[in-house]
């Protein structure tokens, strides 16, 4: 038994997901990304510092000094946290990679998993479309090199939204309208607009905004439902990152959402998700940052994103691309009493799996002596016999 929310994983799925997230990484490193690891435990308090529910609904502990300590719930924060201490003399901007997991208790009601392994690039230092323009393509550029060819990223913004909530007159209420506003929890929208008062015109727009499409029309409405100079800031910008997407040859693959809201409260103006077939959920997530830093006393803007590695696993395995774990390993009969023999084949790169001369006969590739000789038998039907020069060169080692 093992606790919900969590899961073991087994061969040959653990070789593909490793393959995974080794194209993941080359990725993030072909755009000059350094890669990070940050501790599985954190102070609480450096996730209790975004005040976001999600992130300080995690598993506590207490030290031998009596600190409480966190499994990390999120990697966005210990990135931010571990900037802030070790990278202020550096010159900006600085890009980050990781590929770690974390742990929430599960939700299944919330879509919220317990365990979950994710690859994420941060981008610290730059307040401008084109760095929020080459975190969402070098997303796109992550999912195509896979060989996901029917992925979906969804461009929104959040700072359209505090704007228009801004305009509301919520005062003492403003940041539970928005906490509603994330959860979609219509009913508690009217509630708290009701009790402050908020005028109906003005809340029609919000309700009006969450339905549009990102088509050219829903863009001309939207632009039309601005009422202050926020808005129409966030929206000229939110059109800025897309062209530059397309620039980069993601037209296809981007397409703007005027009702896309993250349930994080530390994004702070662009942001969004992608989908592909197989996964019911979203395989991706990111978007802007910029007051996140400023909880770890360094006033630096941010943006990055984090994949989900197994349901990007679950969207390649609907698209028939994934990629191959382990290479095939030689089941060689008798080679634990003939290492000499199969350590020749390990240092020709054949990975190779010494059994007992009685072992039951293995699934193909396999080795094993036959009178003065040896057969072997490839996965692709293929079968060679004779002098153990004969099986090398069957091999093409010799």
Not at 223 to 242: F, Y
Not at 254 to 271: A, E, H, P, R
Not at 294 to 307: H, K, L, N, Q, S
Request: contains cysteine; charged residues 25%; aromatic residues 8%.
């Amino acid at each position: 038994m093992i606790p919900e929310g969590m899961r073991d994983v087994l061969p040959p799925e653990t070789g593909q997901l490793r393959a995974i997230e080794a194209a993941l990484c080359r990725r993030f490193e072909a755009y000059g990304y350094g890669e990070v690891r940050t501790p599985w435990l954190e102070y609480a308090e450096t996730l209790e510092a975004v005040e976001d529910d999600t992130l300080e609904a995690g598993y506590r502990l207490r030290d031998q000094q009596g600190h409480e300590l966190m499994a990390r719930t999120d990697m966005t924060v210990p990135v931010a946290r571990l900037a802030a201490a070790r990278f202020r003399d550096r010159p900006l901007p600085l890009r980050f990679f990781y590929v770690a997991p974390s742990i929430r208790p599960w939700a299944p009601q919330r879509s919220q998993d317990g365990e979950f392994m994710q690859a994420g690039a941060e981008l610290l230092g730059l307040h401008s479309a084109a760095a929020d323009a080459e975190s969402v393509i070098l997303l796109c550029d992550c999912l195509a090199a896979l060989g996901l060819r029917d992925f979906r990223v969804n461009l929104g913004t959040v700072a359209f939204y505090t704007a228009l909530v801004d305009s509301l007159g919520l005062d003492d209420e403003r940041e539970k309208f928005l906490e509603a506003l994330a959860d979609r929890d219509y009913p508690l929208l009217e509630t708290i607009a009701g009790n402050a008062g908020v005028d109906q015109d003005a809340l029609k727009v919000l309700w009006r905004t969450l339905r549009l499409s990102g088509t050219r029309d829903g863009l001309n409405q939207v632009r039309k439902m601005a009422s202050n100079d926020a808005m129409d800031d966030a929206i000229r910008h939110l059109v800025e990152v897309g062209e530059l997407v397309d620039d980069a040859g993601f037209e296809d693959a981007v397409s703007l959402d005027f009702g896309l809201y993250q349930d994080l409260t530390y994004y702070s103006g662009v942001i969004f998700e992608a989908y592909a077939p197989g996964a019911g959920l979203p395989i991706a997530s990111g978007g802007r940052y910029d007051g996140l830093l400023e909880r770890f006393e360094w006033a630096i803007p941010g943006v990055g994103f984090a994949i989900a590695v197994n349901r990007l696993h679950e969207a390649l395995e609907e698209a028939g691309a994934v990629p191959p774990g382990a290479p095939a390993c030689i089941a060689f009969a008798g080679g634990l009493a003939d290492p000499a023999r199969a350590m020749e084949l390990r240092r020709a790169g054949w990975a190779v799996a010494a059994l007992p001369d009685d072992a039951p006969a293995p699934p193909r590739p396999r080795l094993h002596r036959s009178g003065g000789g040896y057969v072997l038998e490839l996965a692709d039907g293929r079968e060679a016999s004779g002098s153990w020069r004969d099986i090398l060169r069957a091999l093409g080692i010799a």
